[in-house]
């Protein structure tokens, strides 16, 4: 007993230090965004002030929104922008405890996940949010104004950010399953009409109560399920092709 808490009191030690490292970057990144929280604020809002007419200002209706507003983007662009160190850090602990194919197999994934996420939340901001808008903000009248409050914008954009964000990892997804031994390629593609029924479902849980953003949400899952398949056949070895195929 004494062996085992030996062996592992090193490693919690080492956790423990790469835990503080990875925390105080980010804490140093959260304190360094809080000077540039404005003008990413004006960035996240342009596709809403493109779709509203000149001059309209965004409100907030009361007094801490704006502090906490840019005290969460902060928080989360932090989270972002110092994903790489987390993400070593995280490496430098497990790596040693690895084979060399599940090496390559985390890298792959951290990898890809970091690109697609990027991508989909690209997806989300030049494509759906544009059309979003202007169909919402179509409703308005001469006697009906809108006057987007600044904290409600912010959970909504995070809200379909992440949304997309989330959905385009699915290739990254299926690839790790199937390498894991957890399922086949062939099984999927035989859940497929299941899976065009929980993409729409889950669309509509995601995205506000509007068809467009649900079918800008839904479709791309859809693609990225059936590019996530042909990335899992591609990447198994000889020896994991079923007898038919090979």
Known sequence: ?????????????????????????????????????SPVFNFMAAPLLAALPPGTPMIFLGAPDVFFTYLKIALLGSLFATSPVTFYQLWAFIAPGLYLHEKRLFSF??????????????????????????????????????????????SLFMKLLFAFGLSFEI?????????LGLTTPERLAGQRRYVIVWAFIIAAILT???VISQILLAVPMLALFEIGLLLAKAGRRPDEVPAEEG
Do not use: C, K
């Open 1 to 37: 007993m004494a062996e085992v808490a030996g062996g592992l009191l090193p490693h919690l030690r080492e956790l423990r230090r790469r835990v503080m490292v990875a925390g105080g970057v980010y804490l140093i990144g959260v304190a360094v965004l809080m000077n540039w929280s």
């Open 109 to 154: 994934s951290v990898a890809g996940s970091v690109v697609l996420f990027i991508i989909g939340g690209a997806f989300a901001y030049f494509i759906v949010f544009p059309l979003v808008f202007a169909f919402f903000l179509g409703f308005a009248t001469d006697q009906i104004h809108a006057l987007p409050a600044v904290r409600e914008y912010l």
């Open 171 to 179: 290739p990254i997804i299926l690839v790790l399953a199937t390498r």
């Open 208 to 210: 506000p109560p509007d």
